[in-house]
């Protein structure tokens, strides 16, 4: 009861510290079901939250265990969507309304929030994102997360090696144990830790967002080909692949580098050899560095007059018959990231992941590459024409 009393207080003490705060709107329809006491500590629970939200610091006593660190980086991320209002108002960046409550067991309830833009200049409110959470019950006490415990309680799990894959139909054991090993190599060859992480397997990037309790989200109403992750020991994939190796090379290399300093053109090259390409074909297979460098080859003897220095630093688009996001820039990357590898080992591609992405990242690349193998501008053609010949 004690503990009970003290959250209620927090609560109304914060309220009382931000009168300006604009609470949760209720329409009247749903009005009759927030009637009793529980139902209103759910909007008072809610309304604190979105409080702390808006002040960038969320108190995890009011989130609930399942998934706890994922739920506050998930609600974190609702911070960002301040860009899109006109108002300077930290607190109050957005409109909130309450649009869906009710009960999915004896002691927890879905709630779903629009969430509006607040223009005062005549626009329309244009809707941002909907915003759906369990709140649990806990004899008075309310706490909230988002819905992924929920959605996936009659989804199977296998732990495979550090990996935990939780799935709704089939796995394939030979890529799991295959992107098992890779994030032991990778980790190996970074020298950090290896981390376990628990891997949802979902279809598409729409499936990822509901999981994490986002019904809509404006900036990614289209977006189907990406993934989420690494996360608080989360990986969100697509296509129900096993095999998430690229950004878990990006996760790695995010321990050991500054990321003003990151070179992502380096980074992608490595991502592709020691991972994958990222995005996977039509038959849900992630595409192999191996792969694209066979294309690359049958490309450029069907069309001898392009140069490779011209694809490289225009990154132009000669895959999309495969997949029309792979760059030919990476592909190239991570030929020469191999041979890095190979002649100056870890420190060498070590040193050009570092070599900047400011102001130029081709320009910042280019001169650590010619320090490390004497490839430049001038010598583009002939010394990656020969890796290629080599590969």
């Known amino acids: 009861m004690i503990c009970i009393v003290l959250c209620l207080s927090v609560g109304a003490f914060s309220f009382a510290q931000h009168e300006d705060y604009k609470r949760i709107q209720i329409n009247e329809n749903l009005q009759t079901v927030l009637n009793d006491s529980t139902g209103k500590k759910i909007i008072n629970q809610l309304d604190l939250l979105f409080l702390q939200i808006a002040k960038g610091s969320i108190d995890e006593n009011i989130i609930s265990k ?129 981390e376990q992480f628990k891997f949802y397997m979902c279809e598409n990037y729409q499936e990822i967002l509901r999981l994490l309790g986002y019904e809509y989200q404006l900036e990614s ?58 995005y996977v074909d039509k038959h849900g297979e992630m595409i192999e560095l191996n792969r694209l460098v066979g294309e690359l080859k049958d490309y450029l003897l069907k069309h001898n007059d392009r140069d490779l220095l011209g694809l490289f630093e225009n990154n132009t688009k000669i895959f999309n018959h495969i997949d029309s996001d792979l760059s030919v820039r990476t592909v190239i990357s991570g030929v020469i990231c191999n041979e890095i590898e190979h002649k100056k080992g870890i420190d060498g591609l070590i040193s050009i992941i570092k070599s900047g992405r400011t102001p130029n990242s081709l320009d910042a690349y280019f001169k650590v590459l010619d320090a490390l193998l004497g490839i430049n501008t001038s010598t583009f053609n002939t010394e990656v024409k020969k890796l290629l010949e080599n590969y």
Not at 108 to 137: M, Q, W
Not at 139 to 165: A, C, D, E, F, Q
Not at 254 to 272: D, T
């Open 66 to 194: 399942p998934h706890k660190d994922l739920t506050i980086a998930v609600l974190n991320g609702l911070q960002g969507i301040k860009r899109f209002s006109n108002r300077s108002d930290s607190l109050n960046h957005y409109q909130k309304q309450l649009i869906k409550f009710y009960p999915i067991s004896e002691h927890a309830y879905s709630v779903s929030v629009a969430i509006l833009n607040t223009n005062t200049k005549g626009e329309p409110r244009a809707l941002k994102t909907i915003l759906r959470l369990i709140a649990e019950d806990d004899n008075g006490r309310i706490t909230l997360s988002i819905p992924l415990k929920h959605m996936t309680k009659n989804w199977k799990s296998k732990k495979v090696g550090n990996i935990t894959y939780v799935y709704s139909d089939t796995i394939q054991l030979e890529r799991a144990h295959k992107f098992n090993t890779k994030n032991t190599v990778i980790s190996k060859k970074l020298n950090v830790p290896t």
């Open 221 to 278: 109403a289209s977006t189907y080909k990406l993934g989420y992750g690494v996360e608080e020991g989360y990986i969100f994939s697509i296509m129900n692949n096993e095999d998430f190796s690229h950004d878990v090379f990006h996760y790695y290399s995010g321990k050991i580098h500054v990321a003003k300093n990151r070179n992502w053109i380096a980074e992608e090259g490595i991502a592709c050899s020691w991972g994958n390409a990222y």
